[in-house]
């Protein structure tokens, strides 16, 4: 039985991240992070866009947009800080038609309400920041978007939790609670305290310890497809506007932190957890339960999940994905898209109850355990600010206990 103060399942960013800030609270307490891969980070926190997320896309009352907004400007501080490698390109939001005019002026309004730098520009604006976008009449620009290395982010806080104290075992897979403890792969820990960060698997440990009980956690697939244009080819970050009814912000053109251009993500809905290529990892009890969530998203979401689904699966053809983004982008040609990515899996929680996809943060404790259900994109923009979140939230507990 290994004994800690501190017990921490899962090693993405959300992860690290809770455990440097529990140890930099709690220095002479113990800290232990639990990961089940080989290595930390080997999921959505290292195959995520790499885009630093600027905030104003989400409500004012939203914890998303506090997050974002404080989560950019603290990552972008630690990396100039460390030399972490950033690409300080922005993004243009583009408008296709007339009628997608008035959802420009809703991402203005909600910037001004967040506090979030964005600027209404007109088209011969747009084309002089990059001269291949395609808008109509205006477009916003966002100045500070920014696309880093999420790898190498992360890479940098393993290290600097490792150094303040914080104890990390990989190859060790949670498997049930215990009696003041939890059983694992590598055997039995004791701790005073849990904080479950498991992303995709979060709503399963839950529940093992009476919370997500109006929750299910569903996969959503992401592909992103690769230009062999050289290096500067594209100036900044180009985005439609999105679909404020739903998660997801439709396809885009991304520039790397190394100037490289991709396209994506999809949002293709995955029927098991980690349904990253062919048959990896299948699993049938899970293909069973999420079919179930799905099917109920078919007969009464609110966004017409149905539609979203079809047009998403037809997002595995290049083809047809090359041709959604060329409506963004003059000169985009298939021939240059050739290379697909590393797939993601976003964990999206749905709520059973009132059958929707949650948009924001969510997460439930006690004095015992503390639970982050939905660390919902952009997760990784939100680290460092929604860490603070989350222990204040602990010691909270703990104070009433």
């Not at 439709?250 to 190394?258: A, M």
């Amino acid at each position: 039985m290994v004994s800690t103060d501190f017990l921490i399942i899962g090693g993405g960013i959300i992860g690290i991240s809770i455990a440097g800030q529990i140890k930099n609270r709690f220095p002479d307490a113990g800290v232990i992070l639990i990961e089940k891969e080989t290595d930390c980070g080997l999921h959505a926190s290292s195959r995520n866009s790499g885009v630093l997320h600027a905030g104003f896309y989400y409500s004012a009352d939203s914890l998303k947009a506090k997050f974002t907004r404080n989560g950019n400007q603290r990552l972008t501080e630690y990396c100039d800080s460390r030399n972490i490698p950033i690409n300080k390109c922005g993004k243009l939001i583009i408008a296709k038609n007339e009628k997608e005019l008035p959802l420009l002026d809703e991402l203005l309004d909600r910037a001004r309400k967040n506090n979030v730098p964005l600027q209404d520009i007109s088209e011969q604006e747009a084309r002089s920041l990059e001269p291949r976008v395609k808008t109509f009449h205006r477009a916003l620009f966002s100045p500070s978007t920014s696309s880093v290395d999420p790898a190498e982010v992360l890479k940098s806080m393993i290290w600097e939790a490792q150094e303040a104290g914080v104890e990390i075992q990989t190859n060790t897979k949670y498997l049930s609670p215990i009696k003041n403890g939890a059983l694992t792969s590598s055997g039995k820990f004791e701790y005073k305290y849990l904080v479950n960060t498991a992303g995709l698997y979060a709503d399963k440990i839950g529940k093992d310890f009476g919370f997500s009980k109006n929750y299910s956690i569903l996969p959503f697939k992401g592909l992103y497809l690769y230009s062999s244009e050289p290096p500067g080819s594209l100036r900044t970050n180009i985005y439609p506007v999105p679909d404020l009814r739903n998660p997801f912000l439709g396809i885009h053109f991304t520039v790397t932190v190394h100037g490289k251009i991709k396209i994506g993500p999809t949002a293709i809905p995955a029927i098991w957890r980690e349904q990253y290529q062919g048959f990896d990892n299948f699993n049938l009890k899970e293909l069973i339960e999420i079919g179930f969530s799905q099917m109920g998203l078919f007969l009464f979401s609110d966004f017409d999940f149905k539609n979203l689904a079809l047009e998403e699966l037809k997002k595995y053809s290049r083809q047809n994905l090359v041709s959604m983004a060329s409506s963004l982008l003059n000169d985009v040609k298939i021939s240059d898209y050739k290379t697909w990515g590393e797939s993601g899996i976003r964990a999206q929680l749905f709520n059973i109850k009132t059958r929707k996809l949650e948009m924001d943060f969510i997460l439930e404790g006690n004095e015992k355990s503390m639970h982050i259900l939905n660390a919902i994109s952009p997760g990784f923009t939100c680290s460092l600010p929604f860490a603070d979140y989350v222990c204040d939230k602990i010691e909270k507990h703990l104070n009433q206990a």
